[in-house]
């Protein structure tokens, strides 16, 4: 009886195991780099050097970015005769194990695209009915982080294939953050927590403050457009389980304005920042927002609670996060095409997030006022906070109780 009790127990304990994800990893938002934006399928080893050594140079490993992540377009175009993953021996001639320990050596991660159909969304081979084979290849190359895409998935149910790759990931034993990509078709902020570390909450987005371009069958999606997609998901995200504003366009065309706006509303967003230019030609004012410590400790502050949208008053869009010490994020977001002047009275407001119970009560408290972007001090909100914003920028502030 004794040994039948023991037995189940082991029996329960293994399939526990087998049902998680890895925990621990991702508990505040990955950050990094990936090639899909900028590069397509136009990948190669030399660039991918190239991104790794500019992390370095430019300081954006020393801002806490940590993942290089390879999109589609980086394996051969059929599996090999025992039906393994190989690298394009054109583009990475020197195979993905050499490509992990070189990013490895500068102290960063290494990341890498399949997808849950049989084939991924640019033709190369999917990990459909190959799982567990998949998994096993990045975990012998020492892979840190899968995107999982959605293409060629036919009648798959979503929820269950992306399951499977979790328990292929979780038995090949290695971490890697697991990063769901099925662009919100199938609610993942309902059912995916336990499954991935992230999930894309829209389709793709492209290089624009608000349009929509169509391109037959999909759309891809400017910031605000992905920004306004989806309602009350904010209650989903947390440590280790993030909602995903896709890879981030900053640097690649929008003005320096736009780009700040785009960079402050994923970090209150608490999105992935997962940077999508080519750093080798990025410009200084691009460095210095993707490298901004400030806006990224919003970002990455440890209580892990998604902001919201607080007011919508003649364009000017007003967001919030509480942070950890009963501080506060808040971003001022000029939707209008010419400059404007903000004179916000504090007294006239009551600021609350009714999901997390807290309360930013500034009739009872002072907070000081620190400009994330300028790096001033603006005073307290004893005083109306005025200021000037230009065409679609940012004012973004921390307020900190005195
Ligand atoms: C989908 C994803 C993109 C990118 C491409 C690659 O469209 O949403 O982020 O990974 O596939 O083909």
Request: charged share 25%.
């Amino acid at each position: 009886m004794k040994k039948i009790t023991i037995g189940i127990l082991v029996l329960l304990l293994c399939a526990h195991t087998h049902a998680q994800k890895f925990e621990g990893i991702a508990e505040t938002p990955p950050l990094g780099w990936n090639s899909w934006n900028t590069f397509s399928t136009n990948i190669n080893e030399q660039l991918v050097k190239d991104i790794a050594d500019k992390f370095v140079e430019l300081g954006l490993k020393d801002a806490g970015y940590e993942y290089i992540v390879l999109d589609d377009g980086w394996m051969a175009k059929e599996r090999d005769v025992n039906g393994n993953l190989i690298a394009d021996p054109v583009k990475f001639p020197s195979g993905m194990k050499a490509l992990a320990d070189y990013i490895h050596s500068k102290g960063l991660k290494f990341g890498l695209y399949n997808c849950a159909g049989s084939k991924t969304c640019a033709g190369y081979p999917g990990s459909r009915g190959y799982e567990y084979q998949d998994a096993r290849s990045y975990a012998s190359w020492d892979v840190d982080y899968l995107k999982y895409d959605w293409c060629n998935t036919d009648k798959l149910n979503a929820e269950g294939a992306y399951i499977t790759m979790r328990d292929a990931i979780k038995t090949a034993g290695r971490p890697m953050v697991f990063s769901i990509c099925e662009w919100g078709d199938n609610k993942p902020w309902e059912w995916a927590k336990d499954v991935g570390h992230s999930w894309r909450v829209t389709g793709d987005i492209i290089n624009c403050w608000d349009c929509e371009i169509g391109h037959g069958s999909w759309s891809s999606w400017g910031v605000w457009k992905i920004i306004n997609m989806r309602k009350a998901i904010r209650k989903a995200a947390g440590p280790g389980h993030w909602n995903d504003y896709d890879m981030m366009e900053v640097g690649n065309g929008m003005t320096d304005a736009e780009d700040r706006s785009h960079f402050a509303m994923w970090s209150m967003l608490a999105s992935p920042l997962i940077m999508g230019n080519d750093l080798r030609v990025a410009s200084p004012q691009t460095i210095k927002t993707l490298t901004n410590k400030e806006v990224i400790s919003v970002n990455q502050d440890n209580l892990g609670i998604q902001g919201f949208r607080f007011s919508n008053e003649n364009k000017i869009e007003i967001w919030l996060k509480p942070l950890n010490k009963n501080s506060w994020a808040m971003c001022f977001v000029n939707m209008n095409d010419k400059p404007i002047e903000i004179n916000f009275d504090w007294k006239k407001h009551n600021i609350g997030d009714d999901v997390n119970e807290r309360n930013l009560d500034t009739k009872k408290d002072t907070y000081t006022i620190e400009d994330l972007f300028n790096h001033k001090n603006l005073g307290s909100t004893a005083k109306n906070l005025k200021g000037r914003i230009g065409v679609h920028d940012v004012l973004m502030i921390k307020l900190e109780l005195k």
